[in-house]
């Protein structure tokens, strides 16, 4: 099993990534994903640009001035292709209040 939990967010190269994750597991192994639901329709997004701006712009904080690093957005959807293009099997994803995706995918 391979947990990775509020990481692909901050990670240039996805794909390499997602081979990566698949060549280490055995067959049937699985893979426990999170990420933040950052789209325009998720609660997450708004909070976190208030966060990013009150801190980043008003306290002067350099990491929030970067959004924390966030390179990379996602969707249940945008998760759920990254992983299938890269042979895995979705077994289950969970929409934690427009907050968290959780992607559990197979190899």
Do not use: M
Request: charged share 20%; proline share 4%; net charge positive.
């Amino acid at each position: 099993i391979v947990i990775i939990a509020e990481v692909l967010e901050h990670i240039e190269d996805l794909e390499s990534q997602s081979k990566e994750i698949f060549r280490i597991l055995k067959p049937g192994g699985k893979v426990i994903a999170t990420v933040p639901y950052d789209t325009n329709l998720s609660f997450w997004k708004p909070l976190f640009a208030v966060q990013c701006f009150y801190r980043g712009q008003i306290l002067g904080e350099d990491y929030y001035k970067q959004a924390c690093g966030h390179i990379n957005h996602f969707s249940p959807k945008s998760i759920a292709d990254i992983f299938i293009k890269n042979g895995f099997k979705i077994v289950r994803q969970i929409n934690h209040y427009f907050f968290t995706i959780v992607t559990v995918a197979t190899k």
